[in-house]
DNA sequence: CAGGAATATTCTCATACAGGTATATACGCA
DNA sequence: TGCGTATATACCTGTATGAGAATATTCCTG
């Protein structure tokens, strides 16, 4: 499992986070959210937890898992040389690039479908 | 190959987008760029194209090959839960959202490592 | 129309991985 | 100490999919 992104393809795995995004939550309250069974999850929490998307905290026999941020700022790192082709605002990168691309011939006609 | 995650799981087709993210680029560029044989860019087009992530226009014996931007939107948009926890910005959402942790018991213990 | 360039498709194979079931480990409590 | 709860791990199996090689398709040019 090399990527965020790889990580991320799987949905149950992006469900948990989004369960683990508005507050931490144990295991069992993860299954019991999920309908999944209980090793799934474990599974899955290793995963997310080997790709440093969540941290544990021991609680009695509870494990309670929380979300960690630093590969998913990457991801939305990965995005950043995309938003210009959804942000109405022209900034010098954008400027930048549409010089570029106009300068390899055939004018600027960006984003009509085929 | 249902979700955008998992189209963007595959490193060799977010190298394609990376490429395509700068100008439009034909197969045989992509092929030259990521020194890949041409089958495999041309599969891992489909991919992207089935998936929406790409957009193709025929020029003479070429495909010239240009970023769709909605796929992408889409999981810029998944992120947007996730923003609070590295934005240091506090927003009418991220105030919502500390509120409800808050009430679940436990005070605000956010972000730490274990 | 023949030949060649550019791209797509088909086939086979190997492998990673998610699901399911059973079991192991850790901890609290009576 | 022994049982019950909570979580993790091991094992097996089926399947999706990426790589590689061969071939098909499309279109330009002489």
New binding site residues.
Partial sequence: ??SAF??L?????RAILSLLSSSER??????HRLR????????????L?EGGFVA?R????????RVNAKPLQEVDAWLAPFRRFWSRHVDALEQHLERMEGSSGKGKRRHEQP
Avoid: F, I
């Fill in positions: 499992m090399e790889a990580v393809a799987e949905p149950h795995r144990s295991v069992g309250e993860l299954t999944l069974p209980q090793p799934s999850v474990s599974k899955h929490l290793k995963v937890r544990s021991v609680e009695a026999q509870r494990r309670v898992y």
